[in-house]
Antibody, heavy 115, light 112 residues
Framework: EVRLVESGGGFVKPGGSLRLSCAAS????????MSWVRRAPGKGLEWVGR??????????DYAAPVRGRFTLSRDDSENTLYLQMNSLTSEDTAIYYC??????WGHGTLVTVSS | DIVMTQTPFSSPITLGQPASISCRSS???????????LSWLQQRPGQPPRLLIY???NRVSGVPDRFSGSGAGTDFTLLISRVEAEDVGVYYC?????????FGQGTKLEIK
C-alpha cells in the first residue's frame, strides 16, 4: 500500500523559509514522478512542481509563481521528497500536498505566512 | 500555459439526480502517442484530492461506476449518473499533458 505523509508545515513570517517533507512507503520515490500541489484558502488546486523518475532523467520543473524561491529535492536513502520554500509571502499560505501518479496523495501540511 | 475552464462554478443537485461538469482546455491535450492526459479529481471537505478518472474516461479502481468521463481534444465532461450525499465536494479537471500542470478552477457540488 502506497502511503505519503507530509510534515514541516507551520507558521512563518513573510520573507521566511520552511522545508516540507513527504515521507513515502509502499513506493520507491526515485522510480516514480512526484508532485507538490497546494490549495490556498478559498481557492482551487495549484500545481507547485514535480520531479520525474530517475530512469527518465529526474528533471525538476516548477510553477512560475514559485520558480526561483522553491526547490524540490529527494533523499533516496530516506525515500523522502522535500520542498524547500524561501522568501515566503502571504500568497504561499496553503495546504501543501505531495502526490505520485496522481492516484496517491498525502493528507497535506498547512503553511501559514503572516506577520 | 494550458488554461482549463470548468463550468459550472457550483452545482446544487437533488439526491438521485444526475450532475454534469464540463471542462475545456485552451489547447489540444493529445500527446504524440495518442494519449490524452485529462483527469478528474474530487476533493471532499477536509480531505486530500482523490483521482476519479484518468485519460478522459478511465475510472480508478474503487470509484463507483456512477462516475464517468467523456470527451476528446479540448472538451471534456464528468458525469455523475445519480448523485449521492457522499459526492459533496469540489471537482477539478486537470491536464498533465504539458508542464505546467494546470487545473480547472473547480466545481462545487452541493445537495439541494
Amino acid at each position: 500500500e502506497v502511503r505519503l505523509v507530509e510534515s514541516g508545515g507551520g507558521f512563518v513570517k513573510p520573507g521566511g523559509s520552511l522545508r516540507l517533507s513527504c515521507a513515502a512507503s509502499g513506493v520507491t520515490l526515485s522510480h516514480t514522478w512526484m508532485s507538490w500541489v497546494r490549495r490556498a484558502p478559498g481557492k482551487g488546486l495549484e500545481w507547485v512542481g514535480r520531479v520525474k523518475a530517475e530512469h527518465e532523467g529526474g528533471a525538476i520543473d516548477y510553477a512560475a509563481p514559485v520558480r526561483g524561491r522553491f526547490t524540490l529535492s529527494r533523499d533516496d536513502s530516506e525515500n523522502t521528497l522535500y520542498l524547500q520554500m524561501n522568501s515566503l509571502t502571504s500568497e504561499d499560505t496553503a495546504i501543501y500536498y505531495c502526490a505520485t501518479r496522481w492516484g496517491y496523495w498525502g493528507h497535506g501540511t498547512l503553511v501559514t505566512v503572516s506577520s | 500555459d494550458i488554461v482549463m475552464t470548468q463550468t459550472p462554478f457550483s452545482s446544487p443537485i437533488t439526491l438521485g439526480q444526475p450532475a454534469s461538469i464540463s471542462c475545456r482546455s485552451s489547447q489540444n491535450l493529445v500527446d504524440s502517442d495518442g494519449n490524452t492526459f485529462l483527469s478528474w479529481l474530487q476533493q471532499r471537505p477536509g480531505q486530500p484530492p482523490r483521482l476519479l478518472i484518468y485519460k478522459i474516461s478511465n475510472r480508478v479502481s474503487g470509484v463507483p461506476d456512477r462516475f464517468s468521463g467523456s470527451g476528446a481534444g479540448t472538451d471534456f465532461t464528468l458525469l455523475i449518473s445519480r448523485v449521492e450525499a457522499e459526492d459533496v465536494g469540489v471537482y477539478y479537471c486537470m491536464q498533465s499533458a504539458q508542464s505546467p500542470i494546470t487545473f480547472g478552477q473547480g466545481t462545487k457540488l452541493e445537495i439541494k
